[in-house]
Every structure is written in structure tokens, then in C-alpha cells.
């Protein structure tokens, strides 16, 4: 069964088209908000893809990650435990750099710990609560979490302002000179909420859309 968005895209689109004429005209460009949420059964299978696509070309890195998942289904599945049983030996095999393993072995141990929240927490938990926690893992930045926000976990108030399309797509549509800096983003963005995620998803279409 493929997870559902927490909100209503029809009404998070007229919410757009009054507060933003430009985004409005983006909108009409683009056509119908069609975000489609990736499944996951954990926080901890979710954040080991970005860690293990961190970086990498994505026909690379789905072969890694596909290894990675060998290596854990031999040791008991894709979970914290399995992490802690396999050996450097085997995921280094698999093709994880030293980093990415260290990084791999810190989500694990902080997943055990309950540092990083089971999937049903992480869907009471606000976004700032869960950027706090998720950010505490070994190689995981605030974009990450927004990427988790927005993509597996539907929330529709994120602004990913660390993201390079985002700046680009908010630069060509506000005809701005340079690349805007987050608070400019921010400031801006206010009269999106609380519908920012479906106004980031615009923009990242924006860089493709036909013109």
C-alpha cells in the first residue's frame, strides 16, 4: 500500500496560487501537484539509502546500496541489530567508503538507542524535533532530513533552503541576479506556509518544465 500525503494537495495549491502570483503562473506551467511519496518501514532503512547515496551517481550507488542490503539480510534484515552484527570486512565490501560505514554504524547505534524515533514517533514528532534528533546521526545534515520530511514522510511545510535547485528554480522565477541566500528564501516563503513542501516540489519542477 503506498503511504498518503497528510494533507490535501487541491487545497494546498489554491493556498499558493493566491498568496504568490509568480508562483501562481508556475503553477498553471506545471500542472497538478504529483508528488509521490517513497515507502519505508523504518527511519533507519530510509536514512541508510541517504547515506549510502550521499555523494554517488545513482546507478552507483543502487548497486552498493543493494549489497549493503545483502550484507544485512544475512545477518538478520535490514535493521539496527544486523548492522551491529556484520563485520567492517563484509560492508566494506559491499563498496561503503570508511566514512559512510562509520556513519552506518552511528545510525544503527543511535537507532538502538532510541535517538532516531521508530517510524509511528516520527509521524507525532514536529519537524524541528525531528531535524534535532535525525541531525545527531554521524553524516546527516539538515537537508537530509528535509528530504526524509518531504519525500517519505509527506509533511507540507518544509523548505529545503540548503537544496541547489531550490535556489536555482527561487532565482529564475524572481529574476534575481545571484544565488539568494536562506533567509532571503525564508522571508520570501512565508506567504507559502503552511503549504512550503508543495511550493519547494513546484520549484524543483520548475527546472524542467517546458518553457
Known sequence: MKPRLGFDPTAATAHLRAADPRLAALIDRVGRFA????????????????????????????????????????????VPEAVARASDAELRGAGLSVNKLLAIRDLAAKCLAGTVPSLREARRLADEELVARLTEVRGIGPWTVHM???????????????????RL????????????????????????????????????????AVE
Open 169 to 208: 528554480g527561487f532565482r529564475r522565477l524572481f529574476n534575481k541576479r545571484k544565488d539568494p541566500a536562506p533567509e532571503i528564501i525564508l522571508r520570501h516563503a512565508r506567504r507559502w506556509q503552511p503549504y512550503r513542501s508543495v511550493a519547494s516540489w513546484y520549484l524543483w519542477r520548475s527546472l524542467d
Open 35 to 78: 508528488l509521490e511519496l517513497k515507502p519505508t518501514r523504518s527511519l533507519f532503512e530510509a536514512m541508510l539509502r541517504s547515506i549510502v547515496y550521499q555523494q554517488l551517481h545513482a546507478k552507483a550507488a543502487g548497486s552498493i546500496h543493494d549489497r549493503v542490503l545483502a550484507v544485512l539480510r544475512a545477518h538478520g534484515g535490514p
Open 148 to 166: 526524509l520530511l518531504i519525500f517519505y514522510l509527506g509533511r507540507p511545510d518544509v523548505m529545503p533552503t540548503g537544496d541547489f535547485a531550490i
